[in-house]
């Protein structure tokens, strides 16, 4: 089946300790997205890719980064996480032709604990 | 004034019974409408697509009001598997989500 891949599932890390999350996807979508949700709040956007076009959010913090080796994997990496940045990391996918906003399919997500 | 706005709820509902939630939207340009779904812990699901006036799928219906600028969302003969987070979501050249509204149903 077609579907949008998270791991790992859960992170734990400590302050400071960079970290890894990574997301796949077997849609052949051109535009990949990571968002952050906290606990009873709206998914926050942080950036997307459109291919190979890199697009932050004028509100994401320097802290995170995003690489987009191919069309089928994108990571998130957190330099230095902070106590702020527990949080659910969710990862989604869209084909678009024109711009990148359209139906958007989310992966099981990240949960990230920051010791 | 927030992009997206829901009433958080919860709204406890006894099974079988119909329930309606209201998204508002600040921004009337905007042209495509989401709802998903989000169980407890989990990713969120598009539910529906809504494009133009409204959309229907089984029991659930999607409503547009642009002069009002809210969508709705419509489900009857409510299940227990239909408790979760309902979440709105609009196209600003890209997805603005509420931050959802919860529901309950009871037996």
């Known amino acids: 089946d077609a579907m949008v891949i998270q791991n790992p599932r859960y992170q734990v890390t400590q302050f400071g300790k960079p970290v890894t999350l990574s997301c796949s996807q077997t849609?052949?979508?051109?535009?990949m997205y990571w968002y952050q949700q906290k606990s009873s709040q709206a998914p926050k956007l942080l950036f997307h890719?459109?291919?190979?076009?890199?697009?932050n959010e004028a509100d994401t913090p320097d802290n995170f980064q995003s690489r987009r080796p191919n069309t089928s994997f994108c990571f998130l990496d957190i330099r230095s996480p902070g106590l702020g940045d527990a949080a659910m990391y969710l990862c989604?996918?869209?084909?678009?032709?024109?711009?990148?906003?359209?139906?958007?399919?989310f992966g099981p997500g990240t949960r990230l604990t920051v010791l | 004034r927030k992009e997206v706005e829901q009433d958080p709820g919860p709204f406890n509902v006894p099974e079988g019974a119909t329930v309606a939630f209201n998204c508002t939207y600040s921004?009337?340009?905007?042209?495509?409408f989401f709802w998903y779904r989000q169980d407890c812990r989990k990713e969120p699901k598009l539910l529906m697509s809504?494009?133009?006036s409204g959309n229907e799928d089984g029991r659930f219906t999607a409503q547009l009001n642009r002069a009002s600028q809210y969508i709705s969302l419509l489900i009857r003969d409510s299940k227990l598997s239909d408790s979760a987070t309902y979440l709105c979501?609009?196209?600003?050249?890209?997805?603005?989500f509420g931050a959802g509204t919860i529901l309950r149903v009871k037996s």
């Open positions: 989604a996918t869209s084909r678009v032709q024109t711009r990148p906003s359209n139906e958007q399919f």
């Open positions: 921004n009337s340009a905007s042209q495509s």
């Open positions: 849609l052949n979508h051109n535009v």
């Open positions: 809504v494009y133009s």
């Open positions: 979501a609009v196209d600003y050249n890209k997805l603005v």
């Open positions: 890719y459109y291919d190979k076009d890199f697009n």
